[in-house]
């Protein structure tokens, strides 16, 4: 009988913990809500998930600018920030600029630490980029450099037939992971305006 009342409770509270873990997955799947972003004068638009919030940009180069709330537990000393901006260049050459921003600690190539993925968003090609390591960043190019540790940064280059459009997403490694999701999500939102 107390074996009984032992391998009830058991269950009962398997039960409970997968329940309640089912349940924060499906929180955790829960879409965000979105804001249209126009950009060229309304001839692309995106869906930027509300809760980045829209910042005046840091630079008059610079089309669109967020700052994306540090996630928990992140070593960082600040929110993350993407950047957005037609430029040219090509991609290659862009690629090899980013990974010149990174350093790696363990001193291998951060090339070699590099992914870079092609997709298609509404017909145009985009170079999906992943770099991490010590980030030399400069909040402009006049200033010396602020090596940020166990950074991030995930960027596209999407090919428009004119310019390129470069976003850029960076910050600590964590808060970065976090909105890992979304940006993969914001950047197959780029699409011609009709």
Known sequence: MKMERIVILVAALALVLSTNGLAQEKKAEKPQETTALKLANGKFVMQAPKSWKGVDPKSSMIEAEFSIPMADGDNAEKDGRLTIM????????????????FSQPDGKSTKDKTTVEEIEVDGMKAHMVDIKGTYAERTRMTDPPTMQDDYRMLAAIIETGG????????????????????????????AKSN
Not at 86 to 101: I, L
Not at 175 to 189: G, H, L
């Open 86 to 101: 037609a430029a040219g260049g090509g991609v290659e050459a862009n690629v090899t600029r980013w990974q010149g921003q």
């Open 163 to 190: 310019r390129e459009y470069f976003i850029k997403f960076y910050g600590g490694a964590k808060t970065v992971e976090a909105n890992k999701k979304w940006f993969d999500q914001f950047i197959k939102s780029f």
